[in-house]
């Protein structure tokens, strides 16, 4: 989704799906350099936490981090 508009619109729907259901807070995940992430912190309070993304490789399995270059990873959202 590249239209900064969209992304808004969608997550403020979301938002008012969320408060009819009584749910009060809702997790997205971004990576550090991902564009939309800006989109987020100029159109929503919010609360961010700080991880790292770590790359495992198996000996004759994936490859380095180094390899990943640019790519915009997408992070998937767990809570405990």
Same mark, same amino acid.
């Given at each position: 989704?590249?239209?900064?508009?969209?992304?808004?619109?969608?997550? *403020?729907?979301?938002?008012?799906?969320?408060?009819?259901?009584?749910?009060?807070?809702?997790?997205?995940? &971004?990576?550090? !350099?991902?564009?939309?992430?800006?989109?987020?912190?100029? !159109? &929503?309070? *919010?609360?961010? #936490?700080? *991880?790292?993304? #770590?790359?495992?490789?198996?000996?004759? &399995?994936?490859?380095?981090?180094?390899?990943?270059?640019?790519?915009?990873?997408?992070?998937?959202?767990?809570?405990?």
């Amino acid at each position: 989704m590249n239209d900064p508009e969209t992304l808004r619109r969608l997550i *403020s729907t979301m938002r008012v799906m969320a408060g009819r259901r009584e749910i009060e807070l809702i997790t997205l995940g &971004f990576a550090a !350099n991902d564009p939309r992430l800006a989109v987020v912190r100029q !159109n &929503f309070r *919010s609360r961010e #936490y700080h *991880s790292r993304l #770590y790359v495992v490789r198996w000996p004759e &399995f994936g490859g380095a981090a180094g390899e990943l270059g640019g790519w915009l990873l997408a992070p998937e959202v767990a809570l405990l």
